[in-house]
């Protein structure tokens, strides 16, 4: 051992200086630079996690959600569509009333003309009998007034 001293001119002062230097910076390094960083280092993994966390959680919700707005969709066209045939089925139900309200109406209007027509049917028989009679008369005057002459 004295052999690798004296060939490499290794002091044991040196030696023992140099490692006492290498401690006092490596616990200078150690609590003024390794501890922080480490300590930063696992709140910022701790903070990845929580992240990691929050995104399974927002994407477990996210499904959730557009399963609600998948079956509100559902829901909201059924009931579109029960409304459109209940305002359907309305409107052929009043169209029905409408063109039996217009049968009726026409089938009245019809009836009154017919008595109308009757009405003046008679009037005007009863207007050429008075005529007729007026004429019988005047003729029966001329042959009476050409036969007393």
Known sequence: MDSI??????DWKIV??????????FAVLFYFAIKPLHKLMQERSTKIEKGIDDAKTN?????????????AIAKAR???????????????????????????????????????????????LGEVKNEVAGLVLQATEKVLAEKNK
């Open 78 to 124: 059924i009931e579109a569509n029960e409304i459109f045939d209940k305002n359907k089925k309305e409107a052929e139900k009043k169209k029905a009333e409408i063109l039996e309200q217009a049968q009726k109406e026409m089938i009245e209007t019809i009836e009154n003309g017919k008595k109308i027509i009757e009405a003046e049917r008679v009037k005007m």
């Open 5 to 10: 001293i004296t060939t490499f001119h290794i």
């Open 59 to 71: 994407a477990d919700l996210l499904k959730a959600t557009t399963e609600e707005y998948e079956k």
């Open 16 to 25: 023992i200086a140099q490692a006492l230097n290498f401690g006092i910076v």
